[in-house]
């Protein structure tokens, strides 16, 4: 594909995530995101076959987008409690903006798509992540010396908790810092 195929497909998926933020996942048709991109229909289906194929993509490009945002937050020196901090830092984020993000639509597409794994991977990366950090913070004695991996679910469970409670009833930033801190409170140390 060439640059120009290229940018053209990154405007679709631009202007189709604005789509799926608006609409959720279900009632987006491709008319709309014809119209949002102001391309024709067939111009449209020349990089992408159906809404779940663009969602998917708009879904990967968020994730790996998040993926660099926080390795640009962590620090080279970082201990597992600052890198802690900062992954629970940028979930707030994502937590405080939920109604601007895909997470209505994403979740839409989950229980559509009950077979799918696009959200159980992405969930169980975290827990992946999450259970590498705490086995380093234990071993470096700045966390308990807990289950890592019963632990990294739990963080995960609250986290995804907090997303859907945020979409469906709202959440205030006091309310998630309460709930990140007793995450912090269970896995860290406090120095004497």
Do not use: H, W
Not at 110 to 126: M, Y
Not at 154 to 179: C, F, P, Q
């Amino acid at each position: 594909m060439g640059e120009r195929s290229l940018q053209k497909k990154q405007f679709i998926l631009e202007k189709a995530k604005e789509v799926f933020v608006e609409k959720g996942f279900r009632s987006v048709t491709m008319k709309d995101i014809v119209e949002a991109c102001e391309i024709s229909r067939g111009g449209l289906y020349l990089y992408f076959s159906s809404t779940e194929e663009i969602f998917l993509e708009v879904l990967a490009a968020e994730s790996e987008e998040a993926d660099d945002v926080f390795a640009e937050n962590v620090g080279e020196n970082a201990t597992a409690a600052d890198i802690l901090a900062v992954f629970l830092k940028e979930q707030k984020k994502e937590i405080l903006r939920s109604k601007k993000t895909l997470a209505a639509a994403a979740y839409e597409y989950a229980f559509a798509n009950p077979k799918d794994t696009v959200l159980k991977k992405r969930f169980n990366d975290g827990v992946v992540m999450l259970e590498k950090l705490i086995k380093m913070g234990a071993e470096s004695g700045e966390f308990y010396d807990v289950d890592a991996r019963i632990a990294a679910k739990n963080v995960m469970y609250v986290l995804e908790g907090l997303k859907i409670a945020s979409v469906t009833m709202g959440m205030s930033g006091e309310t998630i810092d309460n709930e990140l801190y007793m995450i912090m409170q269970g896995l860290i140390i406090e120095e004497e």
